[in-house]
C-alpha cells in the first residue's frame, strides 16, 4: 500500500503544494506537474505572460502554470472536453487567468507571435517528431519568447526494443527519442535557439512511484490498468532504458 503524501516530494516542492489526490484524478501519464516543474528551471515566466499549454490533458499543468506563475494559459487538448477543462479550471479558482480550447496540434487559431511561451508535457512527442512541426509552431511565439518540452524518451537511441521489454513496447514508443535525438532535431538552421537539453534527474524512478499510486488510488479502471503495466514494465527494464529529455528553446 503506498501513502498519497509519498508523491509530495522534497525534490519539487512547488508541485508538492497541490492535493495528491486531485493530482491522481488527473492521471493520463506520468506526472506532469513534477516535469512541469523541472522544465521551468530553464524556462522563465512573467507575471501576466500568456502562455499555450498544447496538450493540457485534464489541465493540471494548466492550473500549475496560472497559481505558481500568474500566466494566462490558453488550455488547448484534442482529446479531453473544453467544457470538463473550464469546470476543473472554475474549482481550482483559476478560472479567470486560463481558457480550455479544443485543438489540434497541426490547426492552432492563433495570431502569430500572440504567445511569450509555449509548453508541452507528454504530449509534444505525438506531433513534434515531424521535421517541420517546430517550425509551424514558433511563430505562435512572440520574438524572444520560448518553446518549452517535457517528454518521455531513451538514455539513448534504439533500433528495435530491449528483450527484456519486449512484453510492454508498444507501437507508440516509436516516438521515443533521447535528449541528444531531439538536440538535433531542434538545432536545424532558421528555427529556434536551443536554450538547454537535459534530462529530468529522478524522473524515471517518479515515474514508478507515481504508477504505483494511481494504480492503487485513480478511480478509473483504464488508469489502474495502465499503471499497473508501468510499474512492470520500469521493474523489468531496471533503469537502463527510459528517461525524460527537457529541452527549452528562444524563439
Not at 184 to 209: D, I, L
Request: aromatic share 12%.
Amino acid at each position: 500500500m503506498i501513502d498519497l503524501d509519498s508523491l509530495r516530494l522534497p525534490t519539487h516542492p512547488r508541485s508538492a503544494r497541490y492535493d495528491p489526490a486531485w493530482m491522481v484524478a488527473g492521471c493520463m501519464g506520468p506526472n506532469p506537474l513534477w516535469l512541469l516543474e523541472d522544465l521551468l528551471a530553464d524556462l522563465p515566466l512573467r507575471t501576466g505572460d500568456r502562455v499555450l499549454d498544447l496538450g493540457c490533458g485534464q489541465g493540471l499543468t494548466s492550473v500549475f502554470l496560472a497559481r505558481e506563475y500568474g500566466v494566462q494559459v490558453f488550455a488547448c487538448d484534442l482529446w479531453v472536453k473544453p467544457s470538463e477543462n473550464l469546470r476543473r479550471f472554475t474549482e481550482a479558482g483559476v478560472d479567470d487567468r486560463v481558457f480550455p480550447l479544443h485543438a489540434e496540434a497541426h490547426d492552432l487559431k492563433f495570431a502569430k507571435g500572440f504567445f511569450d511561451a509555449a509548453i508541452s508535457v507528454d504530449s509534444y512527442q505525438y506531433y513534434g517528431t515531424d521535421a517541420l512541426y517546430l517550425s509551424y509552431l514558433a511563430p505562435f511565439v512572440r520574438k524572444g519568447g520560448y518553446v518549452g518540452i517535457a517528454v518521455p524518451g531513451l538514455q539513448q537511441e534504439i533500433d528495435a526494443p530491449p528483450e527484456w521489454l519486449l512484453p510492454y513496447w508498444e507501437s507508440d514508443f516509436a516516438v521515443f527519442h533521447s535528449a541528444d535525438w531531439w538536440r538535433s532535431h531542434w538545432t536545424r538552421p532558421g528555427q529556434v535557439e536551443v536554450v538547454s537539453v537535459t534530462e529530468a534527474k529522478g524522473a524515471v524512478e517518479n515515474w514508478r512511484t507515481w504508477s504505483l499510486a494511481c494504480a492503487e488510488h485513480s478511480a478509473s479502471e483504464f488508469v489502474r490498468k495502465m499503471s499497473v503495466e508501468t510499474v512492470g514494465m520500469l521493474d523489468a527494464d531496471a533503469g537502463r532504458t527510459f528517461a525524460f529529455p527537457l529541452l527549452v528553446a528562444r524563439v
